[in-house]
């Protein structure tokens, strides 16, 4: 029996601009099994959140899918009519995205809000709809949800605005939830607070989680699986274990080193936190060969010329780079 959910293949997305053509995603492919977390990580500009629209096929112009498949239940999502698209989002398959107040529309009480899909999708009664997106809100732990459904986003915190797009997400028993920088806005407390209440839900649910963030520690602690992106790529991918145990990249190395330890003296003999040298290359004019070369330590001679290809170093541990071919 098949137990993929999602299956990206060689997915393309580009913004095509005055200035050139930016290519995004360049080429990603992982998948995610049932009721599956995946953590994907990386740097800002690797291409995590662009992905993450690309699978609802809700990038923002100019920006287009140009190529690849997105395999759903072994169903194209590129190929689907967009009336069909628009069932599949909210229902099927949903987003958090990082920030709540944007996210919610400050002129709807919480309760019109949270209704809408449910009346939508399930062609359900308002009173039936009110009832469920209450019983949703005390799951996610909101005190009194039978007065906070009446509030305006503006009147709730951001720890309970997090709450109610969590809500949100899981109101219809999705599939896949596609969680992007969760809890960024959040302090640490309210940060294990709101994803004990996710994972919870989700679990029980048996949600699929692809879980973008730039945690590792989150990764660490709830993803089965970890897929490292740079510059539009997978560079590595593989369980938790091994990607944290035996981390084969130099960009995950990086990632990993960069990880503030107290007390620990790293290896210039003191206490400064590693930092990785030079900065994520422009999405308009990527370098020759394998895009990390120009800040990796371990470069050699073939990495500035070629592509590296897609080598194994454990089951299921996959990394691109021209040191494991």
């Known amino acids: 029996m098949n137990d993929i959910l999602l299956n990206l293949i060689n997915l393309e997305t580009v ?19 049932k009721g ?13 959140s662009v992905t993450a629209l690309s699978i609802l096929r809700l990038v923002p112009a100019p920006g287009r899918v140009i190529s690849g498949k997105i395999l759903f239940h072994e169903e194209d999502l590129l190929q689907l009519p967009m009336a069909k698209m628009r069932q599949i989002r909210g229902d099927r398959i949903s987003m958090i995205f990082q920030e709540p107040m944007t996210s ?23 009173s039936e709809a009110r009832n469920r997106a209450i019983e949703m809100l005390r799951l996610v732990e909101i005190s009194t949800p039978e007065k906070r459904i009446k509030d305006y986003p503006h009147h709730l915190s951001g720890g309970m605005r997090q709450r109610v797009m969590i809500a949100e997400a899981l109101l219809l028993n999705p599939d896949l939830l596609l969680a992007d920088e969760p809890t960024t806005a959040l302090d640490v407390t309210i940060q294990a607070q709101i994803l004990d209440v996710m994972y919870k839900l989700t679990q029980e649910m048996g949600t699929a989680v692809m879980l973008i963030t730039h945690n590792l520690g989150l990764v ?25 145990g035996n981390p084969s990249h130099p960009y995950t190395k990086g990632l990993l080193k960069s990880i503030p330890v107290p007390g620990q003296i ?20 990527l370098p020759t060969g394998c895009t990390f070369h120009p800040r990796c330590p371990e470069m050699k001679s073939i990495c500035n010329q070629e592509h590296p290809p897609l080598c194994t170093v454990s089951p299921g541990h996959q990394v691109l780079c021209w040191h494991h071919s």
């Open 104 to 126: 919610l529309n400050p002129a709807l009480i919480i309760e019109d809000q949270l209704i809408e899909a449910l009346v939508t999708h399930r062609k359900i009664s308002r």
């Open 266 to 285: 790293n290896g210039e003999g003191d206490q400064k936190l590693y930092e990785m040298k030079g900065i994520i290359p422009s999405l308009f004019k």
């Open 220 to 244: 660490a602690e709830s993803a089965k699986r970890v897929e490292v992106m740079y510059a539009g790529k997978v560079v590595e991918e593989g369980p938790v274990a091994d990607i944290f």
């Open 36 to 48: 599956e977390i995946v953590g994907v990580v990386g740097e800002s500009g690797s291409g995590k």
């Open 15 to 33: 913004f095509q601009t005055r200035n050139g053509v930016a290519k995004a995603v360049n080429g990603v492919s992982f998948h995610i099994r």
